[in-house]
């Protein structure tokens, strides 16, 4: 079965995007060679990506969805936008359609975000492992990663690495109910 993964930064008071969904604030932390905080080993390891109508919209705004091509991108959203090349869209049944993707045969599933997806996956125990890079940044507002989450989960924590520039990545994995 394959893992779904969130992988995403987050500030240090736990906000993905700016009140307006914009992630320009995470611009003075690029992904380079020397720091990519385990992105290319982690892209390496999936072949899904999950995300939610906002976050596809903002990366499309941007002209950034090219570096997802060899990855099939399922957009969960009110809205569809019409299948293109890698890029398909889940408007009904999110959660079946997320469980019948793990049993898929491949590599793992990158959840991507937003916060409203993340929280849905969570409350309906879909996420398996939580690698997320705390930014330090205080942003005050915006888009909450985990926005009122409807269930408590426990994690355990597996790994963390800190950067030079302040960043933190953290690898959480679901603890097992006993």
């Given at each position: 079965m394959k893992k779904i993964i969130l992988y995403i930064a987050a500030s240090l008071?736990?906000?993905?995007?700016?009140?307006?969904?914009?992630?320009?604030?995470?611009?003075?932390?690029?992904?380079?060679?020397?720091?990519?905080?385990?992105?290319?080993?982690?892209?390496d390891s999936i072949d899904t990506i999950i995300m939610g109508g906002r976050s596809w919209r903002e990366l499309s705004n941007m002209d950034a969805m090219g570096a997802y091509?060899?990855?099939?991108?399922?957009?969960?959203?009110?809205?569809?936008?019409?299948e293109k090349e890698n890029i398909k869209f889940i408007t009904e049944n999110v959660i079946e359609h997320?469980?019948?993707?793990?049993?898929?045969?491949?590599?793992?599933?990158?959840?991507?975000?937003?916060?409203?997806?993340?929280?849905?996956?969570?409350?309906?125990?879909?996420?398996?492992?939580?690698?997320?890079?705390?930014?330090?940044?205080?942003?005050?507002?915006?888009?909450?990663?985990?926005?009122e989450q409807p269930k408590e989960s426990k994690w355990k924590l597996q790994d963390s690495t800190s950067y030079k520039n302040g960043v933190l990545k953290t690898t959480y994995i679901k603890k097992l109910a006993r």
């Open positions: 008071d736990g906000r993905i995007a700016e009140p307006d969904g914009g992630i320009e604030w995470l611009s003075e932390f690029p992904i380079t060679e020397e720091m990519n905080y385990g992105y290319k080993e982690f892209m091509a060899d990855k099939t991108v399922y957009v969960v959203s009110h809205h569809d936008w019409g997320i469980d019948d993707l793990r049993n898929e045969s491949g590599k793992n599933i990158w959840l991507f975000g937003g916060g409203e997806l993340v929280s849905m996956l969570l409350a309906a125990d879909l996420v398996d492992e939580m690698q997320i890079a705390y930014i330090p940044v205080i942003l005050g507002k915006g888009v909450s990663l985990f926005p």
